[in-house]
């Protein structure tokens, strides 16, 4: 891929910068990011290790379309996957990268707006007891679907929203109006609900994250013995629900999604890619 971006950079054959005020600069600028955009994928499925798994055939046209129709609308990036897959992983060099490129990104979980279940958990003694009790989690009805999607059409028409914090520390309290997002160009959100059906049509781009199951119970079990410091036995019971409510709640979003890529991604590899797309699109004459 480095290859691409240094050829691209040297390249005297460059197109004169579209105007995008004009809907003719936009379409010039659709033509040819569908051209770049096949070069990308052609390049990848090459690969020894391809990143992209999966690509929806509709996604280059549909993209830029969006791109001609609505040049001011904010673009939203939704990314979810399975527990452990390593989209946080994803996410956050995608936003380490992008602010490096020096372009204004938000980052929005979705595990913020998990419901309050603090009363709950008083009653049963403990998160886990909750768990236990056949209170489902990660089911769509236990967040606030609606306020997320209010807040993600704010945030793509411009507006910054006071998202919910939900406190990670077994209480389950969430905080309404706590944290300050504000509409960027570009709003990464990440996050189980990413692509639950009540919100996922908000979103200009859908990324699914997928990993080997093995991988992920490692990490999984990792994290929650050495980081939560959960017994061993309490970790593989969460485990198991987990991977029972990814495959009933989570894994239906793949088919909605325009790419499914390898949560093993090497990340250099996949700062080349946003290397390239950026450049690509900031290299006219």
Sequence with gaps: MQLLIDKELRSTDKILK????????????????QTKFKQIFSYDRHCESPIFKEVN???????????????????????TGESACGKSTICRELKHLIEQLSMPVSVLSTDNYFNDISELIKQYGSFDNVRDSGYDIDAPESFQLEL????LISLSEGKNIKAPRYVPNGTGVSIPESIDVPSD?????????TMYEEVKDVFDI?????????????RFMKRAIEERNQPEDNALKHWN??????VKYVQ????????????????????QILEYIHTITNNFQ
């Design 18 to 33: 579209p105007d995008f005020n004009s809907k003719t600069g936009r379409e010039l600028l659709a033509f040819y990011l």
């Design 57 to 79: 055939p509709t996604f280059i046209q549909r993209f830029t379309k969006r791109l001609i129709t609505n040049p001011h609308k904010r673009l939203l990036i939704g990314i």
């Design 148 to 151: 997320l999607k209010k807040d």
């Design 185 to 193: 160009k570009l709003i990464v959100v990440e996050g189980i609900a």
């Design 206 to 218: 859908k990324i699914y994250i997928e990993t080997d199951d093995e991988i992920r119970r490692e």
């Design 241 to 246: 629900y987990i991977y029972e409510a990814g």
């Design 252 to 271: 239906p979003g793949r088919n909605s999604a325009d790419f499914v890529l390898d949560g093993n991604v090497n990340l250099k590899y996949f700062d």
